[in-house]
């Protein structure tokens, strides 16, 4: 949803090209999961958000809409009013939960414990930075469960592939190869785990993310910047590009 108010600001078009550096922000691909492990996927309520792959980033415009966020007001300023970026967005253009528990959870883990209490694994060494686990690590160790797995391999690769969603597409940081072990602790039971407002704390890391995109000498952003980029394009029409595709859910499909 867009609220806006007029202030009359005199701006350059949004497509024009941004006076502050491309910045530089992550977004890979997003491999499709393995058939295995679908049917956790659904019971954690990530079974929409898996859908979005193949997807790029344009880099000019997610610097021009930096340009135009207003940290003390969490908005953007365009020449038509103020706008910023909603939970309902999230649910329409990710498929995420934006209802129910917050996502609360130490920063302070026991890697080993929890590593494995939820992966059935510990780690070996440089598999992690502190807190945090190597992306590549949990792709090569768990991408290759098979059908005939024990139900607790599935569980565990689940949880391996919604870290990885986290760590690539959902919250990436300015590293774009560590994913912090925190949310770990939230998917033990995984139906629970969809009882929590996933959406929110995407959003919440993203507003946080383009707060420090603004100040000056910044040159990487983190936070889900496939959210920014089709929120700009169903919102602000004017920068989308042609698509023949028809609308489905989740809008960043398309």
Known sequence: MVAMHDRGLGMRPLHESPLKDKLKCHGNVNKKPNEAILPYLQEADFGEVVKLENYKLNVGLITAMVERWRPETHTFHLPVGECTITLEDVYYILGLNVSGFSVSCSNFVNVKEICQDYLGV????????????KLKWL????????????????????????????????????????????????????????????????????????????????????????????????????????????????????
């Not at 510990?122 to 686990?133: D, F, H, L, M, V």
């Not at 792709?139 to 569980?155: H, I, T, Y």
């Not at 919102?235 to 590009?241: E, I, N």
Request: aromatic share 10%.
């Open 139 to 254: 792709k090569d160790r768990f991408d290759d469960v098979g059908e005939n797995a024990s139900v607790l391999e599935k569980q565990a690769s689940c949880r391996a592939y919604i870290l990885r969603m986290i760590g690539v597409l959902l919250m990436p940081d300015k590293s774009n190869n560590l994913v912090h072990l925190k949310y770990l602790s939230l998917l033990g039971d995984l139906q629970k785990a969809s009882q929590y407002s996933w959406g929110s704390v995407v959003l919440a890391s993203l507003y946080r993310e383009l707060c420090l995109a603004t100040k000056p000498g910044v040159m990487f952003m983190g936070g889900c910047a496939l959210l920014l980029q089709n929120w700009a394009w169903y919102r602000l029409s004017c920068v989308a590009p042609e698509s023949i595709n028809p609308w489905i859910f989740p809008l960043a499909q398309r």
């Open 122 to 133: 510990i780690p070996p060494q440089g598999a992690t930075k502190g807190n945090s686990i």
